[in-house]
Structures are given as structure tokens and as C-alpha cells.
């Protein structure tokens, strides 16, 4: 009797939790900031779940460049449907690796045109430009304030900013990537002997963005490479103008982050719509106040009013993701050869 | 001979058997993997290519840097020890127990939340208006050396104290009687016993430090400073180069093989054969006058214990400051409820493992230690070798191994299948080292008695062996549990990310925002720690360590 009423009970909850899980369940891969609980993630993740009876399965990894390396590892076995987080460093490899299916969402005629290079793959859904932020109240070991560095070139070349920036390894980071992609469209052939000067500057190469950043805003150093809009969150969310972002006249490397489909999908149509969703004027401007970085689209309707008092660079630089294609190892090997002396 | 021939004796051999394929079977793999994708020539490129001979030459200078000053701390911060009060030994020597089976990402993040260019000391040292000396040290490739000595120097350091205590005390009344200096008495007391566990804690700190994820991931500066187990992280999660990955592994294997044999085959901490006969207070007074015979020399050496002491503590002290203030500050109980999960992981992972290996380790012993009763040398010699395998290879190396085994990785089935098995091989000659001695010593001759008794082996097993190794048994458990809550590369490389462990969990919230809920777990694994290896010390198994 006893025994009946074990596998009663048993094939009870059995149902109830093939019942329970009725609904689909759409898996992301992303990037730790994205999902974090200051990130856009759990707020688009509520207002998506409301309309598409699903489920959104975040699974982050440190960036960008991990996500990549994620899905090299997984191959045609991954199980995420969609993959949000790549930059244009990560989106050059894309193609190589045959893992995207066409979004099928058509180009817009949006505010990244003059430096974005149009992927079918690849969907963006926000974008900034690389910059190194600057703490206002670091201190020299002689206790003078840091002087702002006036320029690129200054930044590199002094040495009162001797072993004082923090940058990240562009093997894992994609934000190290990008400073590399940076001062080769700066210094161009002379881009090994930026790299050298580089070298004498940096204090620590962090795997990722976040390692480096948290360091930096405990204050241990004064300089850190980010995006300018990092210092719109400090000025919107922590109330300071401390951290402010050096805005350059050699011009500064724009990053686009984008977001595409896996061939491997099994929900495509319910990963098409959550692309077509992050591209809301509503989400976007989530994406904008909690991800701190600018809308693709032409919108400045509740955007946080730090957007309006931070500087944007005069002159925006990229590369064609040929190019990237083409040089990332060799530049990224120059960069491994100047680091390891 | 008509004993033993029992099915304990062939168990002992399939578990052995079992726990070395799943260290060599990977091996195996990872370079049927390089054989068949790389050519020869290739193979060749890649070993000289710079990268492969920076990973190689870091790895080998920061290991035997980190030996060298090991060997000759441990020595001098373990004399220093005689100068102190009794309460103080105590306590240093619970810390320095305690720091060898902390988690390397706890030592390594506090290194920075106290000694960092913003840590707690630095800022002092600024408001007194002294410099940080040791801030420039934790940005260098340095710091890898700096916090591997302060894992490894404590634990040396106190069991050559401990060493020294042994020296039966006839042996120092009859140099007191001598009248004999204090060179002479180092030279002849002293020197014996500590030299073998010198060198043993060199050839130890030298092949821990050559594996070490745990702390570079978070203190490693770039191309600068990559070790053989980082770069093949690498290799697998950024670059998905196998090649290069299966390159990486076999040299890892075979640099560690070499010097964890050569460790094994030319020297061995031997115990002191006739024991202590317990007169401390004469031990401690006469050690006392001998190093007052010249006071520079004592309070150089309590300086130095003092300082080890202080920079052993400050990363400890750091990571708690920063826990419970960001506890005072937020809700700790959410906080706790976000970790809860990665704890069910690590407690996952670390039960069955530290079971399998308490089992295995008993079984093993059980049947070396009647082996050589029974005068099968080679034998029991066969055994020995099965069990101790997992010691030459890495845990990164098996882990890229069993990620070769299951053809590039479903890290869901990695993580229910694989990891405790493979933690299980990894902590099994710690634990035979633990249990054996106890087992030799309350055992050897028993057989017969069993068999004069008349009792069956399972009878005996039950009524004698239960009662009497309940203890050992319990020391090898949690010695085991808490090497494999702390172990980091393995686990880093095999679990699943929608399901971390804690050591993961914390590796990710250290490289994000979130320094201080990433101290929030290192407080949780520190207690944790602390709480296991104080019941280990307690029990006494710190001798047969």
C-alpha cells in the first residue's frame, strides 16, 4: 500500500514538473556585466518574459572575447540560442567560425552608420567608444595630485604616468583587443613603438574590463582603459565627477556591440523577437541607463541626463573587419612580444 | 603464509588501478589529441615558439624561487618561534597550519585588499608617512613568488618546529651538560632535523607553486607572468587551440612528473625514530639560553617569525575587514542566499570526493601495510605506485585531459560525472600520507592476533579496525574536503558556468565589480578552512602529515 502511495506521488511531481515546464526557454549567452543585478539583463529579461511566454537562461561569461571562446568549446552542441555581448573585435571572427545564422532583421539607418560595418549576421544594440577614465583624487607617491594628460601621446610618453594605467590582456578581453585596434589606427606603422611605450605605463594587465575597473575605482591607479560613457555612471548613479573620461584629439576607437542567432538554435522565431525587442525604444533605453553605454537608435527620450554632460570625441576612428581579420594575431602577437620583456 | 589472500588485497589493487587511470587515461588522450592533429614539425614549432618557452621559463624560475626562499625562511621563522610565550606559539602555529590549506584566491585577493597601492595597510602606512615597500611587489611578476612563500613558509616553518620538539630531550641535556655553544648545538641537534624537512618543503613548495591558477588568475601581470597551467586555460577558453592546449599539457605533466619523482626518490621527511619523550619545558628553556648566547641572532630570528606571522595574517585580516564590512553595510542574508547555490556545488563536488578518497585511501593502506608484513616488497611497491599516480600530473593537465576524454567537453556531464572522481585522485597521496603511519604504527602484527582470535576480516574490520582508525579516518575526510572545497584549476576548467562552484563563483565576482562580495565567499571558504584544519590539528594529524 505504502509503495503505491510512494509511486503515486512520484509520477505526481513527475507531471507537475513536465507541466511546469510547458514554456519555452530561450538561452543567452552574455557578458557578466550585462546580467548583473546593476546590468540591463534582469530588467529586459522581466519585460520580455511578460509578453513571449518564456523563459530567458542567461549564462555569462567574463566578455566578449570569452563568450567567443564559449562557443568554440561548445561547437555545434551549444545549447544557447542566442548571443549577446559580441564587439566589433569578436564580430570579425563570426563569420570565420560558421556558428551564426542570418538575423533576418534589415540594416537601419541608425547612429551607428558613419562607423559600423553592416554584418546580416550580427544585430547591434548599443555602442560607445574606448577611453581611458581618469581618477580625479589619485595621488602621486609624493602626494601632488595626477596631472589630466592632455593627450594620447601624453598619456603614453610621460613618465609621471610611469606604471599608472590599467589595461587588459587582449587575448581574453575584448576591451584590451580594442585598445590595440586603438593605437593602430593612431600610431599606425609606428604602432610597435606605441606598444613599447605602453609597456612602461601600464601597471597591470587584467584578464577583463571588470578586474580592471574595480581595481581602478578602489584607487589603485589612476588610469584605466573603459568607454567614456563609464563616466556617466559614475556621474548619474554615484552622484560624482570624480572619474572622468580623457577625451583625446588623436580620437578615440568606437565599439559596437552586437547580438546574433545561433545556426544550432531550436527557437529561432522566439530568438528573432528578443533581437527585435532589444531594438524598442524602450529597451534601449534600458540598455543606455544601466549598461552605460549610447542607443543604436535615434533616441534621447528618457535617456539619464549624464549622456548630455559627458564628452563625446571629435574624431571617431574604426576599421573594417577585413582588416581585423586579416591582422588581429600579428598585431595581437606584437603586443605579446613587447609585454613579455 | 595462508592470510590475506583475501578479497581486500585485489579491491585495493582495482581502486588503486581505477584512481591512477583517471589520472593517466587523460594524459593519454591529450596526446593521442596532439598526435593526430599536429605534425611532428609542428609540434616541434610550438615547443619553441616564445610563448610556450616564456610559460616554461616562468614557471620553473617562479617555483624554484619561491623553493629557495622557503627553505630558507621556514628554517629561520621556526627558531624565532622558541622566543615566544606559550599562547603566542599556539596561535602562530594554528595560522601557519591554517594558511597552507587556504584557498590561493583568498591569500591572493586580500594580498591586494591589504597590501594593494588603496589596501588597508597601504593607507596606514601613508597616514603614519611611510611608503608601501610591498605594493610595488604585488604589480610585478613577483607577487606570484610572494604569495606562494606566504602559503608555504608558515606550514614549513611549523612543522620544523614541531620536528625540533621531537628531539628527545636527553640529547639537550646532554649538551647542556657539554656546555656546548649555540653553533655546535645547531650543527649537531638542530641541523639533522632540519634539513630533510627543509629540503622536503623546497622539492613540496617547488611543485605546488608550479601549478599556483588560483593566485595568478588574479595577481598575473600579462604575457609577463604566465605559467604552463594559465597559458593552457588559455589555450582552451580564449584561443580553443587544442593543439596548443595538448602541447602545453604534456610538458606540464612531465616537468611535474619529473620533479615530484626526483622528490619522491631522493628524499623523504623522515620521522624522528625514537619520538619526544615529552619534556618540553626543557626543550623551550634549553633552545631559549642557546639562542640568547647570541641576542642579535634571537631577535633576528624572532623578528622574522613576527613578520611572518604579521604577513601571513594581513591578507587573512583584509579579506574579513572587507566581508564583514560590506556585511554592516548591506543585507548580508541576500548576499549569503546568492552564494547558496554555488555552496550546494561545492559541497557537490567535495562530499563524494572527500569520500572516495578516505574509502580508497584506507583500502590502500590496509592492504600496502600487510604486504610488507608479509615481506611482498614488490608488491606493495606496485601498489604504491598505482596509488600515488595522480601526484605527477596537474590538476589543470588532467582536467584538459578529461575534456579530450569526453571529445571537447559537455561541461554539464564534466561537472556530474567527472570532477569529484578526479578531485578524489588528486587528494588521494595526501591522504595515504596521512593515514599510513597511524595505520603502521596501530596495526603492524595484528594479522596474526586476528587469526589467533579466530575472527573474520570483516569482523575484525568492524570490531578493531572501525574503532580504533575512527579518528585517522575522520582527519583523512576532512583534510581531503577541505583540499578539494580550495581546489581551483580543476574545477575552474570543468564546471558548468550556469552552475558554479564557490571557488569559481569567487574568481568571477573578483573579476568583476564586486570586490567585496568576492570577500564575502573568501571569508566563507577561510572559515570553512579554518574550522577543518583546526579539527585536524586538534586530532594530532599534523604529525603525520
Known amino acids: 500500500m505504502l509503495k503505491i502511495k510512494y509511486l503515486t506521488l512520484t509520477l505526481l511531481l513527475v507531471s507537475s514538473q513536465s507541466f511546469a515546464t510547458t514554456s519555452k526557454e530561450l538561452v543567452i549567452y552574455t557578458n557578466d556585466s550585462f546580467v548583473s543585478e546593476w546590468g540591463p539583463g534582469p530588467t529586459l529579461k522581466k519585460n520580455f518574459e511578460r509578453d513571449c511566454n518564456c523563459k530567458i537562461k542567461w549564462i555569462a561569461a567574463a566578455d566578449g572575447a570569452a563568450i567567443l571562446a564559449r562557443l568554440k568549446i561548445d561547437g555545434l552542441r551549444s545549447k544557447a540560442d542566442v548571443v549577446l555581448g559580441l564587439d566589433d573585435s569578436t564580430a ?55 596631472r589630466r594628460p592632455t593627450s594620447l601621446d601624453d598619456l603614453l610618453t610621460s613618465d609621471e604616468f610611469s606604471k599608472s594605467i590599467l589595461i587588459q590582456d587582449p587575448r581574453s578581453s575584448a576591451t584590451g583587443l580594442g585598445l590595440l585596434f586603438w593605437l593602430k589606427s593612431v600610431y599606425g606603422d609606428t604602432y610597435e613603438k606605441a606598444l613599447s611605450k605602453l609597456r612602461q605605463q601600464a601597471l597591470k594587465v587584467g584578464k577583463g574590463w571588470s578586474e580592471s575597473y574595480s581595481l581602478f575605482t578602489k584607487g589603485e591607479a589612476p588610469f584605466v582603459l573603459s568607454y567614456s560613457t563609464s563616466e556617466a555612471y559614475h556621474r548619474e548613479v554615484e552622484k560624482t565627477s570624480r572619474f572622468q573620461a580623457l577625451i583625446f584629439p588623436e580620437g578615440h576607437y568606437a565599439v559596437v556591440e552586437s ?51 559627458i564628452q563625446k570625441p571629435n574624431k571617431i576612428l574604426s576599421l573594417a573587419p577585413s582588416i581585423i581579420e586579416k591582422n588581429r594575431r600579428t598585431w595581437t602577437e606584437q603586443w605579446e612580444n613587447t609585454f613579455r620583456k | 603464509m595462508t592470510y590475506w589472500k583475501s578479497k581486500h588485497s585485489v579491491t585495493s589493487f582495482v581502486m588503486a588501478s581505477i584512481l591512477a587511470t583517471i589520472s593517466l587515461l587523460p594524459l593519454i588522450y591529450s596526446l593521442k589529441i596532439l598526435m593526430a592533429d599536429t605534425s611532428a614539425t609542428e609540434v616541434v614549432e610550438r615547443l619553441y615558439s616564445g610563448s610556450v618557452l616564456n610559460s616554461l621559463a616562468f614557471t620553473i624560475s617562479q617555483a624554484f624561487l619561491t623553493a629557495v626562499t622557503v627553505s630558507i625562511f621556514g628554517p629561520l621563522c621556526a627558531l624565532g618561534l622558541f622566543s615566544f610565550p606559550k599562547s603566542y606559539r599556539k596561535f602562530s602555529l594554528t595560522l601557519r597550519i591554517a594558511s597552507f590549506c587556504m584557498p590561493s584566491i583568498v591569500v591572493a585577493s586580500g594580498l591586494i585588499l591589504a597590501w594593494g597601492r588603496a589596501g588597508f595597510f597601504s593607507k596606514a602606512l601613508l597616514y603614519l608617512g611611510f611608503s608601501n615597500p610591498i605594493s610595488d611587489i604585488i604589480y610585478s611578476p613577483y607577487a606570484i613568488v610572494f604569495a606562494n612563500a606566504l602559503m608555504s613558509i608558515p606550514f614549513c616553518s611549523g612543522i620544523i618546529f614541531k620536528r625540533i620538539l621531537e628531539i628527545p630531550s636527553a640529547q639537550y641535556k ?55 597551467e594559465l597559458a593552457l586555460y588559455r589555450a582552451v577558453y580564449y584561443d580553443g587551440d587544442w593543439s596548443q592546449a595538448g602541447v602545453l599539457s604534456v610538458i606540464h605533466t612531465l616537468l611535474c612528473g619529473f620533479f615530484a619523482l626526483l622528490m619522491i626518490t ?39 617569525s613576527i613578520v611572518l606571522d604579521f604577513l601571513t595574517l594581513s591578507p587573512l585580516a583584509a579579506v574579513c575587514a572587507e566581508a564583514l ?72 593537465a588532467l582536467a584538459f585531459g578529461i575534456m579530450v576524454v569526453q571529445s571537447r567537453a559537455d561541461l554539464a556531464i564534466s561537472q556530474a560525472f567527472f570532477i569529484s572522481p578526479a578531485l578524489a585522485a588528486i587528494t588521494l597521496p595526501f ?58 584549476s580543476l574545477v575552474t576548467m570543468l564546471s558548468d558556468p550556469s552552475t558554479p562552484a564557490l571557488t569559481t563563483t569567487m574568481m568571477r565576482l573578483m573579476n568583476q ?23 585536524f590539528y586538534k586530532s594530532e594529524g599534523l604529525d603525520h602529515a
Open chain 1, 259 to 309: 547580438a546574433g542567432i545561433l545556426k544550432t538554435s531550436k527557437n529561432k522565431t522566439l530568438a528573432k523577437s528578443f533581437l527585435e525587442f532589444l531594438l524598442q525604444e524602450k529597451s534601449q533605453q534600458i540598455i543606455a541607463s544601466m549598461n552605460w553605454m549610447y542607443p543604436v537608435i535615434a533616441t534621447t527620450k528618457n535617456l539619464p541626463a549624464a549622456f548630455s554632460i
Open chain 2, 431 to 488: 591522504a595515504i600520507s596521512v593515514l599510513l603511519p597511524t595505520y603502521e604504527s596501530r596495526f603492524s602484527g595484528t594479522n596474526q592476533s586476528r587469526l589467533i582470535l579466530g575472527l573474520t576480516e570483516w569482523t575484525f574490520i568492524k570490531k578493531v579496525e572501525w574503532t580504533t582508525l575512527r579518528t585517522p579516518l575522520a582527519m583523512v575526510f576532512s583534510i581531503s574536503a577541505a583540499l578539494c572545497l580550495n581546489e581551483t
Open chain 2, 266 to 304: 631522493s628524499h623523504s621527511a623522515a620521522p624522528i625514530k625514537n619520538g619526544t619523550n615529552g619534556d618540553l619545558s626543557f626543550q623551550f628553556s634549553f633552545i631559549g639560553k642557546t639562542l640568547k648566547h647570541s641576542r642579535i641572532l634571537a631577535v633576528m630570528l624572532a623578528g622574522f
Open chain 1, 92 to 146: 570579425a571572427a563570426v563569420d570565420s567560425l560558421g556558428f551564426f545564422a542570418e538575423s533576418g532583421i534589415p540594416k537601419m539607418s541608425n547612429a551607428i552608420e558613419k562607423f559600423h560595418h553592416h554584418s546580416p549576421k550580427l544585430v547591434p544594440y548599443d555602442f560607445g567608444f574606448y577611453s581611458f577614465m581618469f581618477d580625479t583624487e589619485a595621488r602621486q607617491k609624493d602626494g601632488k595630485l595626477f
Open chain 2, 513 to 535: 565589480y564586486r570586490f567585496n562580495e568576492s570577500a564575502v565567499i573568501a571569508f566563507t571558504l577561510m572559515f570553512a578552512t579554518i574550522v577543518i584544519v583546526y579539527y
Open chain 2, 325 to 396: 564590512g560590506f556585511a554592516w553595510q548591506e543585507n548580508i542574508g541576500e548576499r549569503l542566499l546568492g552564494i547558496e547555490s554555488a555552496a550546494v556545488t561545492s559541497l557537490g563536488f567535495m562530499l563524494p570526493a572527500a569520500l572516495i578518497t578516505t574509502v580508497a585511501a584506507w583500502i590502500i593502506v590496509r592492504a600496502y601495510c600487510r604486504y610488507l608484513y608479509e615481506k611482498r616488497y614488490r608488491t606493495a611497491a606496485g601498489l604504491q605506485l598505482l596509488a600515488l599516480t595522480s601526484i605527477i600530473i596537474p590538476p589543470m
Open chain 2, 174 to 228: 646532554s649538551a647542556s651538560m657539554l656546555g656546548l655553544g649555540s653553533v655546535p648545538v645547531f650543527k649537531t641537534l638542530l641541523w639533522p632535523v632540519i634539513k630533510p624537512v627543509a629540503v622536503y618543503f623546497a622539492g613540496l613548495s617547488f611543485l605546488l607553486s608550479m601549478g599556483s591558477f588560483g593566485a595568478l588568475s588574479i595577481l598575473g601581470t600579462g604575457p609577463q607572468s604566465e605559467t604552463l
